[in-house]
T-cell receptor
Framework: GQNIDQPTEMTATEGAIVQINCTYQ??????LFWYQQHAGEAPTFLSY??LDGLEEKGRFSSFLSRSKGYSYLLLKELQMKDSASYLC??????????WGAGTKLIIKP | GAVVSQHPSWVICKSGTSVKIECRSL??????MFWYRQFPKQSLMLMAT?????????EQGVEKDKFLINHASLTLSTLTVTSAHPEDSSFYIC??????????????FGPGTRLTVL
């Protein structure tokens, strides 16, 4: 079956760095997405990886290793507004998005 | 980035009535749109995939006669919840796939519609 695993909840301190991991097992692979979702709102797109390596976009970076079925989202210089759920999703061979359950990130002052 | 709008943003209705939710891609054409449902503190659940000009593809367990989807144009898809009941109360979110030639093939989400059925 298809499976996306990510931690349920993480806590970090304002100004620090946090890494949210995602492992996946899917039928085919056409890219991995990270989305941010604040409580009560729809998800917003953060990043897309289809090739191995690190993609940097401001304070956020995303890494992919296809051979390991592994990705992480790295958030630097954490701000209180970064408190949200972070969703990992993989596009399978049918171009369907398979969603992880999301990681709730709590930022403390 | 690409913008997707949804209307209404929230709706309260009586049990047994029907509710229509619109999803529009404002600055790009979307041959494919997706409808999701999200219950509190749970992950997104794909309900159906909507392709312009053809019938929607529903996920297992989703009643196609209850959740009517129409994707009449490249920028508009509608979801109608027919004969709504309290258990249909949820957050309904649409997304549209930007097929504008980029390699990303990213889905962009509407802001969601919160449905409460009394």
């Amino acid at each position: 079956g298809q499976n996306i695993d990510q931690p349920t909840e993480m806590t970090a301190t304002e100004g620090a760095i946090v890494q949210i991991n995602c492992t996946y097992q899917t039928s085919g692979f056409n890219g991995l997405f990270w989305y941010q979702q604040h409580a009560g709102e729809a998800p917003t797109f953060l990043s897309y990886n289809v090739l191995d390596g690190l993609e940097e976009k401001g304070r956020f970076s995303s890494f992919l290793s296809r051979s390991k079925g592994y990705s992480y989202l790295l958030l630097k210089e954490l701000q209180m507004k970064d408190s949200a759920s972070y969703l990992c999703a993989v596009m399978d061979s049918n171009y369907q998005l398979i969603w992880g359950a999301g990681t709730k990130l709590i930022i403390k002052p | 980035g690409a913008v997707v709008s949804q209307h209404p943003s929230w709706v309260i209705c009586k049990s047994g009535t029907s509710v229509k939710i619109e999803c529009r891609s404002l600055d790009f054409q979307a041959t494919t749109m997706f409808w999701y449902r999200q219950f509190p503190k749970q992950s997104l659940m794909l309900m159906a995939t909507s392709n312009e000009g053809s019938k929607a593809t529903y996920e297992q367990g989703v009643e196609k006669d209850k959740f009517l989807i129409n994707h009449a144009s490249l920028t508009l898809s509608t979801l109608t919840v027919t004969s709504a009941h309290p258990e249909d109360s949820s957050f309904y979110i649409c997304s549209a796939r930007d097929m504008g030639g980029g390699a990303t093939d990213t889905q962009y989400f509407g802001p969601g519609t919160r449905l409460t059925v009394l």
